[in-house]
Structure formats: C-alpha cells, structure tokens
C-alpha cells in the first residue's frame, strides 16, 4: 500500500472520539441519575424499552454502568469522572440539568444522552436545539415549564385561595429562575406567593412549621429529584397539614397528595433508551436534535380532596389521565 493510502486511512479514523470506533465486544453505558434505584425503577424500565427498540438488550449484547447519587447533587461530578474514567460507550445522563452539566464537564469524546426538565440552552447543557453540536444530545420532558401551570390549576381547585406557598431546592440550578417565573404568574393572579427552601428530610417539618405561620392555603412543589425521593413524605405532610398540594408525578398523587401534573418522564425515558442505542449504532450525538417529549399527564387524588373538603371542578375531572379512589 502507497504511503498516501495509508495517511488518508489514518485521518479518517480519527474523525470522530476513539469511544466511537474503538467499541468493545459488548458496549458499555454509563448511566448517571442523582436519585436512588427503586425511585426511578419504572423510568429505568422505559428507558431499557426505548434500547430493546434498537435491538439492545441489557446483559445480553449491552452492558449499563449504573451511578446513583442518592439524591445528593454534589456527588455527581464525580461520578460522572468515575464513569469517563472507565471509558463507557456513552453516558445517559438523567433526572436533571445537574446530571447533564456533570456529565458535559467530565468528557468531550464520549457521547452524552440527557434527559432534562429544564431548556438545556438556558442552563449550558447545548448552544443549539436543532444541532446540539459536540459529543451531546438529549430529551427534554415538561417539567419546570409547567410550574406555572400547576399554580393555576391548584388556584382552580381552591379558587379561595390567596396566599399560596412554593417548595424549591436550593441546590437545583433551576430553582432561581423558576421561582422568578412563577413570581410574575402569581401577581398576575392576585396571589401572595412565598418561596420555601428544603433540601433535607429534616427541612421538611421546617417548612410544613412555616407554612402554617404564614396561613398558606395551597402548596406548589417544583419538580426536583429529592423531592420524587420523598413523595411518600409530602403526600402524608399535605395531608396531615390539612394542605392542597400539586405536584410532578403520579407517584405523588397515589401516595396521598392532591393532584400531580407535568410532563411523562417514561416517555422521555423510552425515547433516551432510543438515543442511546442510536448512538451505539454510530450516530453522532452532534447530529441528532434535542427531542422535547411533549406528552403531558393529570393525576387528581379523589379521596384526598374529600378529606380537604374540595370539590373538584368538572373540567379537571373530565381534563384527568386517572382519578384516584
């Protein structure tokens, strides 16, 4: 073989990162989520549907890496670097902006696959939706944007309602933004909207304690993976406090709260899955857009609002993917 012949093979195989030509046998990804296992078991279940799609099946001809954060945001930079470090074939960076910037900040060769809440422009993750560019795509799910949302549809169930409480961590990056756009909602509505912090179980009693002394007739919750970790504890505290409270998931809803609405995360779970085995096949992460999961649930606890004294509108009743008894 010609001198020329043997360069122009050498520049093409190192086009894209070595993670994408130099695969083992059996690839690996690395999947990064700043809860707990059994929170996310029917996330994880969806996002092994969207892989069996593709035609990869865990154990069999894909391997997953599993790094879970225990609801402790600060560990993720390093276990993202700990997944880097064993070159896994691609990290699925879930639950959050939080995972996507620790996973973006422990490598440019290894293709990254997001699943956020949040605009992944807004906070860094990407530049561009349309063609993210780099080693990184993604899934969004409506989430933070159905904040608002969410406030309106809780004034709905209490239409007395004037001062309204909302709970944030203060450890989630989007916690300050969203508590500004739901300000400008809540003033536009004629509620008193006042901010409270948790991101503890111990801070929990703290803010049911406030919520009394300021005579809040309503709770919104923002979504946050330490908060899906303590939907057994919120729906109990709701309840116990006499509070209507909406928030996220449908497991919030079944553990006793009044009403969850937002974004289907098994969706945008399935669909990573998808990406994921996209990209073991050779895709560029680069190449494919960003896709917003766009499917949108409502769950209304029947027997809770009975115990609160509400009654619950019609048109949420006939709106609701599932009233519970």
Request: charged share 15%; aromatic share 6%; proline share 6%.
């Amino acid at each position: 073989m010609r001198r020329r012949q043997v360069i122009g093979l050498l520049g093409a195989a190192a086009v894209w990162p070595l993670t994408a030509r130099a695969q083992p046998a059996t690839p690996t990804i690395g999947f990064l989520n700043p809860a707990s296992p059994h929170l996310f078991a029917s996330r994880v279940a969806a996002f092994h549907q969207g892989l069996r799609e593709i035609g990869y099946i865990e154990g069999q001809n894909v391997a997953i890496d599993y790094r879970w954060a225990e609801g402790q945001y600060d560990r993720l930079p390093g276990l993202a670097a700990d997944l880097a470090r064993r070159q896994v074939s691609v990290i699925a960076a879930t639950g959050g902006i939080p995972s996507a910037l620790a996973a973006k900040a422990s490598t440019t060769t290894i293709p990254i696959v997001f699943v956020a809440g949040a605009d992944p422009v807004k906070f860094g993750v990407v530049t561009n939706l349309n063609r993210p560019g780099g080693n990184i795509t993604g899934l969004t799910a409506l989430t933070s944007e159905l904040v608002p949302k969410r406030l309106q549809l809780v004034r709905e169930m209490v239409p007395t309602a004037t001062i309204i409480a909302m709970l944030v961590n203060p450890a989630n990056p989007i916690a300050e933004a969203v508590s500004n756009e739901v300000q400008v909602v809540a003033r536009t509505l004629g509620l008193q909207l006042h901010v409270l912090h948790a991101s503890t179980e111990r801070d929990l009693n703290s803010v049911f304690a406030t919520l009394v002394q300021l005579r809040a007739t309503a709770l919104l919750i923002v979504t946050d993976t330490f908060f899906d970790s303590m939907s057994d504890q919120l729906a109990a505290l709701t309840v116990r406090h006499s509070v209507p409270a909406i928030y996220q998931t449908r497991e919030f809803a079944a553990a006793g709260g009044l009403m969850s609405y937002g974004g289907s995360l098994t969706d945008a779970y399935r669909r990573a899955g998808v990406y994921t085995g996209r990209i073991l096949k050779g895709e560029r992460p680069g190449d494919l857009p960003v896709q917003r999961s766009t499917k949108i649930e409502l769950f209304i606890n029947l027997k809770t609002a009975k115990t609160l004294n509400l009654t619950v509108p019609p048109t949420l009743l006939a709106s609701a993917d599932e009233v519970i008894e």
